[in-house]
């Protein structure tokens, strides 16, 4: 139930009240065919969401994708962001047009 450790787990009984949290997620944006929110998977790559957006347009391009994502204070930092990098909840990507 908590993260998979089944040590963790309770016994449920009638009246109980369960609150299941909101699946994290992750925004995509620019030369992408769907851009919008998705669902964040676990170990997500840049190139599983940009999958999920639907793929590249003509014109995109992983090679300059950006991230925006919020530092422990709650400011927005700009990473450029790798085929293999891993993709955190909330985080903002943003994939840019190819120069050619």
């Given at each position: 139930?908590f993260r998979g ?10 009246g ?5 949290p909101?699946?994290?997620?992750f925004?995509?944006?620019g ?6 929110q998705?669902?964040?998977e676990?170990?997500?790559t840049?190139s599983?969401a940009?999958?999920a957006g639907g793929?590249l ?7 300059r ?5 919020r ?9 450029s962001i ?10 903002v990507?943003?994939?840019k047009?190819?120069?050619?």
């Amino acid at each position: 139930m908590f993260r998979g450790d089944p040590t963790q787990n309770v016994a449920v009984k009638g009246g109980d009240r369960l609150y299941v949290p909101r699946a994290e997620h992750f925004y995509i944006y620019g030369q992408v065919n769907r851009p919008g929110q998705y669902r964040l998977e676990r170990n997500m790559t840049l190139s599983r969401a940009i999958s999920a957006g639907g793929g590249l347009t003509s014109r995109g391009t992983e090679n300059r994708a950006v991230v925006k994502r919020r530092d422990a204070q709650g400011k927005e930092q700009e990473y450029s962001i790798r085929e293999s990098d891993v993709l955190k909840a909330d985080d903002v990507l943003f994939i840019k047009e190819s120069w050619f």
